[in-house]
């Protein structure tokens, strides 16, 4: 059985992001399976990612957070146009409508100039942390192999082949990458009021794979209520998007999530987004007999109602997040 953290489980993905045998990936498959039932969220162990890559990104992103407001807005989202790439200040992204109280940086992998499709194309990187680039470059490539890894777990959970997504959905992936940046939140009963790093909300597309620093903040909507979600070192906290909600007919749900950092210092997290390919359409899998009827979102919204490419449902949403800057992408 998997060792647990309160209530979220911590799974060793070894077997499918490496070489593994078909019992131990059948093992860690069953696994994912109970923390997609119950939760949708799990720690995973054993991934592969070297601890170097982890805390050279890590002190390189500290690094730029520490630049003065005017160097950090020489790579503003605005500059990055359609490509979604660059850094937004504290309050400039909305969840639900509302101001985060968070900065951070937006990346993806890395393309020409001339690629015709919003969200794709260069990075925009600070001439004042060098080191930045190549670190968000790895590690952007090792969790694309986490990704498939972790979806090889989720394909047998489903009684598919383990290649089933690899092989379609995901042989192109949309790769998305952020740094954010959380200042401290006011602390109770003030926090009560607002405050909220980011505000309840659901991810877009397949798995979200999130780092954390040292300094607690994410909380999930279980069945038993909000949970935290404590960072435990070597691990990424996987969550699995509406994209797979929506391919499992709401067998497994994506879950409402959100953060408020009340530790009394800078948090930083890095969440990495592992989704369909762009032109993919995304139509639900045929159920299997016997399958439970799903339960609600918690939303409510139907996810079957929507028709088309997973690009178009993803650029739906990104307009509600940044307003202002909408009319550069979706034009």
Known sequence: MPSVSGPLPVI????????????????AARRIEAACLDSGF????????????????????????LLPPDRKMRISMERGGRAWRGYFPVGAELTSGRPDLKEGLYFGAELEHHDPRP?????????????LRPAVLSYIDALAGVGQGVMRGVALSLGLDEDYFASGYTASPTLLFRIFHYPPSPAPPAAEAGGWGVGEHTDYGLLTLLLQDGNAGLQVHTSRGWVEAPPIPGTLVCNIGDMLDRLTGGHYRSTPHRVRNLTGRSRLSFPFFFDPGWDCEVPPLPSPAGREKARPRWDGQDLRAFSGTYGEYLLGKVGKVFPALRSGVLD
């Open 12 to 27: 060793d993905v070894s077997a499918l992001v490496g070489p593994g045998s078909a019992g131990e990936r059948a093992a």
């Open 42 to 65: 799990f720690y995973a162990s054993g991934h592969g990612v070297p601890a170097e890559l982890v805390a050279r990104l890590d002190a390189a992103a500290r690094r730029f957070f």
């Open 119 to 131: 969200l794709h194309g260069r990075n925009l990187f600070p001439d004042e942390v060098p080191e």
